[in-house]
């Protein structure tokens, strides 16, 4: 036990460490113009969106293909089976094939597919919108229960316009989704659901003004919500904080509420700041959307010029760190929204909304083992591995009393075995440490559980 708690420790100093002088390097390559989502299919795959359609490298990005030619692509998703899933104007692509080849499915509605969610049953969520002359417009949201190829809207409760802007699910599967009001009056903000969408509430987004401005906060232009590893909700908007009968004050905040408090009004959100505040406390700069990493890291972003824009980082609930070293610009010279795409390894993908390159950083990598001797090697698959899920260990010599023990990433052993060369992985999702050891060989690796 002592040696697993001395590896434990080496592999998270490891981790710790900066693997180049900047935060964010390029792959080797990134061509077919501005890039507009990610994500990762089988054998981290990366899968990247464009205004063109979407392009593929199975070679971490020093070669790709193109491998859908058909249009702006919005948002794109993986879900649990491993199907690929595209967001465009009024229509969803899927690929059961890593992305070799796509297949549209129409929405039936003129209006972008701006993110995708999916709850434990494996349902997948859509959420719609987009600003236009006439205003916010959407068709709403969206489920598939058969991999996105039919959706069935569930709108119910929510705002007229129908403009959805981001959606998240917890670990009960209660939804939340974000819609904007240019007016500020109220009728947009976040809105939650704890019956797969059938009918939606509209909780409020009350602070504590500490009489400067009103508690009570309406949003006007929603940025991200998400939920935290510490089951709490962040919701991030520009809006206005207005009492009744007066004309209102501007905000930028980032809320954090426990999701177990979200629906009692009575209840306050409290500010969350990701950079140094002025004065003015209600203007901060607001968190597009968050992206937490296995081993519990934070990535997100802030929108603004070459000086005010770039990525925050968090680790181990410490202070927000701002990085544009490494960073590019956007088409029109700042920086944008980011979206990120996470490997087995631990190591982050990200592309800058309109920004021609495919970032990485190793910032969050875990090593997959330490200390086995070079000619015993243990293969688990599948890792990523669903909570639950068996995971099957493959030995490159005889099973002559194989011993397998889990922990999680504190160092706590959470099974053991002898001669068991497939385990069920434990419910809770996370980073785990899986030590084998046959003779006197042994390996411990990183097993993350979705």
Not at 177 to 186: I, K
Not at 195 to 212: C, F
Not at 264 to 289: F, T, V
Not at 419 to 431: C, D, F, H, K, Y
Request: glycine share 10%.
């Amino acid at each position: 036990m002592k040696q697993i708690v001395i590896a434990i420790a080496m592999l998270i100093s490891m981790a710790s460490q900066t693997h180049a002088q900047k935060f964010w390097n390029t792959t080797e390559t990134f061509p077919y113009g501005a890039k507009t989502a990610i994500t990762l299919g089988y054998d981290d795959a990366l899968i990247v969106g464009t205004t063109k359609g979407i392009i593929r490298s199975t070679d971490k990005g020093t070669t790709w293909n193109q491998m859908l030619a058909d249009g702006y692509i919005h948002t794109l998703y993986t879900t649990k089976t491993g199907v690929l899933l595209a967001g465009s104007v009024g229509a969803v692509y899927v690929s059961e094939d890593n992305g070799l080849n796509w297949f549209v499915q129409s929405m039936l509605h003129p209006y972008p597919v701006r993110q995708f969610a999916e709850n434990s049953a494996g349902q997948v969520y859509a959420v719609t919108g987009e600003l236009s002359e006439q205003g916010y417009k959407g068709a709403g949201v969206f489920v598939s229960t058969d991999g996105g190829y039919n959706w069935t809207a569930k709108n119910t409760g929510l705002h007229n316009t129908l403009a959805c802007f981001s959606i998240a699910i917890d670990k009960n599967d209660k939804l939340y989704l974000t819609m904007p009001d240019e007016h500020g009056n109220g009728a947009g903000g976040l809105f939650t659901s704890t019956n797969n969408g059938a009918t939606w509430q509209h909780p409020s987004t009350n602070i504590d003004g500490k009489n400067a401005i009103a508690g009570t906060l309406y949003t006007t232009t929603p940025y991200a919500v998400t939920i935290t590893p510490t089951d709490s909700v962040l919701f991030s908007f520009n809006g206005i904080s207005r009492a009744p009968g007066q004309s209102g004050v501007g905000v930028d905040v980032n809320l954090v509420k426990h999701m177990a408090d979200i629906d009692d009004n009575s209840l306050l959100w409290h500010m969350e700041y990701a950079k140094p505040i002025g004065p003015m406390w209600w203007n901060a700069a607001k968190l597009n959307r968050t992206h937490f990493a296995a081993n519990g890291d934070m990535y997100s972003s802030i929108s603004g010029s070459e000086n005010s824009g770039g990525s925050t980082y968090k680790k181990d609930g410490n202070d927000y760190l701002f990085h544009g070293d490494g960073l590019g610009l956007d088409q029109w010279g700042r920086r944008g929204e980011q979206y990120f795409a996470e490997a087995t390894s631990g190591r982050v993908y990200m592309v800058q909304f309109m920004d021609e390159q495919v970032y990485y950083t190793d910032k969050s990598v875990l090593p997959t083992g330490i200390g086995e001797p070079a000619d015993f090697v243990c293969q688990l698959y599948p890792n990523p591995v669903r909570s639950g899920g068996n995971l099957s260990i493959t030995l490159n010599v005889a099973n002559n009393g194989t011993y397998v023990s889990l922990y999680d990433i504190n160092g706590r052993e959470i099974l053991n075995a002898q001669n068991a060369l497939q385990i069920t992985m434990p419910e809770q999702s996370g980073v785990y440490l899986l030590s084998v050891q046959c003779g006197e060989s042994r390996q411990t690796s990183r097993v993350v559980v979705q």
